[in-house]
């Protein structure tokens, strides 16, 4: 069983960066690629950015392009979601998700951690 723990959420104001970190932990960790995907209150869960586990592609939701970057640490087992010049529509709840195939589902997720964005 896979673990996956969020950290690095908080309050900022416009305008402002924040990096997430997700650490997964359990047995060996060897997904096809991660994912962060975001809920805000009353809206549906939303794709963010994915990037493969070989670090060969990313891809990102058309608004967060040029803002968020994703990046990974195979050796810590770790994905990075960096988010600079946030809005206050980014806030929401940011979730990690490890898929392990190329056309399969994300079957491990964290628990998300909250990013508030004050304008």
């Known amino acids: 069983q896979v673990q996956l723990v969020e950290s690095g959420g908080g309050l900022v104001q416009a305008g402002g960066s924040l990096r997430l970190s997700c650490a997964a932990s359990g047995r060996i960790f060897s997904p096809y690629a991660m994912g962060w995907f975001r809920q805000a209150p009353g809206k549906e869960r939303e794709f963010v950015a994915r990037?493969?586990?070989?670090?060969?592609?990313?891809l990102y939701a058309d608004s967060v392009k040029g803002r968020f970057t994703i990046s990974r640490d195979n050796a810590k087992n770790t994905v990075y979601l960096q988010m600079n010049s946030l809005k206050p529509e980014d806030t929401a709840v940011y979730y990690c998700?490890?898929?392990?195939?190329?056309?399969?589902?994300?079957?491990?997720w964290g628990q998300g951690t909250q990013v508030t964005v004050s304008s």
């Open positions: 990037i493969t586990w070989n670090g060969a592609f990313t």
């Open positions: 998700a490890a898929k392990y195939s190329a056309y399969g589902q994300y079957d491990s």
